[in-house]
């Protein structure tokens, strides 16, 4: 929030909403969590808290068209970049919008639409698929989970894996506003991979001692 980084913000907020869910809080409360989730974000809205351009993404997600050359410019690249690699894609590092620097931040906040022009519609989905099984092992392994610790542990890690995946594939097709996640095990970036790693470090430990208490 200092920062400030949105993405991430509104990112452990889900995680942390998740979390309680899953550790069999009642409805009433989740309810209530919900009520002063709206309240927080009508009252920052109302007294315009949020950066200019926090802003601007929000609008250009609500109306793409009022800016493409600006603010909307990412996500209409993004998108102009998915489209063109059709089913098969224009080959891997032979996308024309990538290699003439058209999509901004394409090595990070948009890989996913150098996935889809460079690999098209059957690479786009192979990477979605590749990530879904990341989360099923996830969710396998809360559900499996000796103890509430571990269950909430691996979770905890599915859901932020999920959210994480959803919000950065979804603002390069424009289901989503433009933020600065990156798209886990794809995205450059050494500190994300790195907390990307341990995660899954934390969920083959708690694996292990499942299977050490069979």
């Known amino acids: 929030m200092l920062q400030?980084?949105?993405?991430?913000?509104?990112?452990?907020?889900?995680?942390?909403?998740?979390?309680?869910?899953?550790?069999?809080?009642?409805?009433?409360?989740?309810?209530?969590?919900?009520?002063?989730?709206?309240?927080?974000?009508?009252?920052?809205?109302?007294?315009?808290?949020?950066?200019?351009?926090?802003?601007?993404?929000?609008?250009?997600?609500?109306?793409?068209?009022?800016?493409?050359?600006?603010?909307?410019?990412?996500a209409a690249q993004a998108k102009i970049a998915i489209g063109s690699g059709r089913m098969f894609g224009q080959g891997l590092f032979h996308g024309q919008l990538v290699a003439g620097n058209f999509v901004p931040e394409q090595h990070t906040d948009f890989i996913f639409?150098?996935?889809?022009?460079?690999?098209?519609?059957?690479?786009?989905i192979a990477i979605i698929a590749l990530l879904a099984i990341v989360l099923l092992r996830a969710i396998r392994i809360a559900a499996r989970a000796d103890d509430m610790f571990g269950l909430l542990v691996a979770s905890g890690i599915a859901i932020w894996f999920g959210v994480q995946s959803f919000i950065n594939i979804?603002?390069?097709?424009?289901?989503?506003?433009?933020?600065?996640?990156?798209?886990?095990?794809?995205?450059?970036?050494?500190?994300?991979?790195?907390?990307?790693?341990?995660a899954v470090g934390v969920l083959l430990a708690v694996h292990r001692r499942h299977r050490v208490f069979d």
């Open 170 to 198: 979804g603002m390069t097709i424009g289901i989503t506003p433009v933020t600065g996640l990156p798209l886990p095990f794809v995205s450059y970036g050494g500190s994300a991979m790195f907390a990307d790693m341990i």
């Open 113 to 124: 639409s150098v996935a889809g022009e460079e690999l098209g519609f059957v690479g786009a």
């Open 4 to 74: 400030p980084d949105l993405g991430v913000t509104i990112l452990l907020l889900v995680l942390l909403v998740g979390m309680i869910a899953v550790s069999g809080v009642r409805l009433r409360w989740l309810a209530g969590l919900a009520v002063a989730g709206t309240l927080a974000g009508l009252v920052i809205w109302s007294l315009h808290l949020l950066k200019p351009y926090q802003v601007q993404r929000l609008t250009a997600f609500v109306n793409p068209a009022a800016d493409p050359r600006g603010t909307g410019y990412s």
